[in-house]
């Protein structure tokens, strides 16, 4: 087995070796491809390190303190749509009602929520 000078094998059997620089493991894999979507500013394979003093509610399923965590998916589709989990609507919108926000969105046309206000103009464009 030829290794590049920085890494460093971890695991020979499982096909595992480690960059000493950066401690990133390169896992043997099925051969499957993979796509990834990230902000040019991080690097391909350099995401933010998450502090280990921040609030966790607003990580991903995998991110642990202290670390970086790189997500891909099988398919474009899939990593677009990983990349926008973070932007999901909250639950509140579901549930304020426009006439708690707005004096005139009494008529019978206008959507009950501010959820539904979104999706109409949405399905207007």
């Known amino acids: ?69 790189i997500y891909m998916a099988s398919s474009a589709k899939g990593a677009y749509a990983e990349s926008l989990a973070s932007q999901r609507i909250p639950n509140t919108l579901r549930t304020i009602h426009l006439s708690d926000l707005f004096d005139d969105s009494e008529s019978s046309d206008s959507p009950d929520t501010v959820l539904e206000a979104i999706r109409k103009v949405w399905n207007h464009r």
């Not at 896992?27 to 998450?50: C, D, E, M, N």
């Open 1 to 69: 087995m030829t290794v590049d000078a920085d890494l460093e094998v971890a695991d020979e059997a499982a096909g595992v070796r480690v960059c000493k620089t950066t401690g990133i493991a390169l896992v043997a894999t099925t051969s499957q491809p993979g796509t990834r979507i990230q902000k040019v500013s991080y690097g391909a394979t350099a995401p933010l390190k998450r502090p280990l003093a921040e609030d966790p509610g607003h990580w991903g399923r995998y991110d642990v303190p202290r670390h970086s965590t």
